[in-house]
């Protein structure tokens, strides 16, 4: 029973962590102005009229573009701690940041060799 108290806590900020972000949801749903008509389901981009079919196909180049642009994005949160405390990390730490660098530059020698790269 005394381990049941003391891990108590833990249930009582699940169920709490669960109520913040369903009851702003549930009140904006209840609360909202609900008064659908043809005009406010029309398409809309940018004050212009659309023209034509608004689904357009993309090509999948430009989202391999986007992930990698991602991946090295990415790269720069993971490395930034690893560059501030540079002084003070020892070799394993030292080895497995310019392994993880050595991984990067290989995926990006990957991606240009795929001329994913090229913005066509």
Known sequence: MQLLNEWAFIGV?????????LLPIAGSWFLRPHKPN????QTYEC??????????????????YALVFLVFDVEMVFLFPWAVAYKQLDWFAFGAGFL???LLAD???YAWRKNALEWI
């Open 107 to 109: 995926a990006l020698i």
């Open 38 to 41: 043809a005009i406010k389901q």
């Open 13 to 21: 900020f699940f169920a709490i962590a669960w109520v913040f972000p």
């Open 47 to 64: 004050g212009v009229e659309t023209v034509g079919d608004t689904w357009v196909q993309f090509k999948v180049q430009y989202y391999i």
């Open 100 to 102: 993880f660098i050595f």
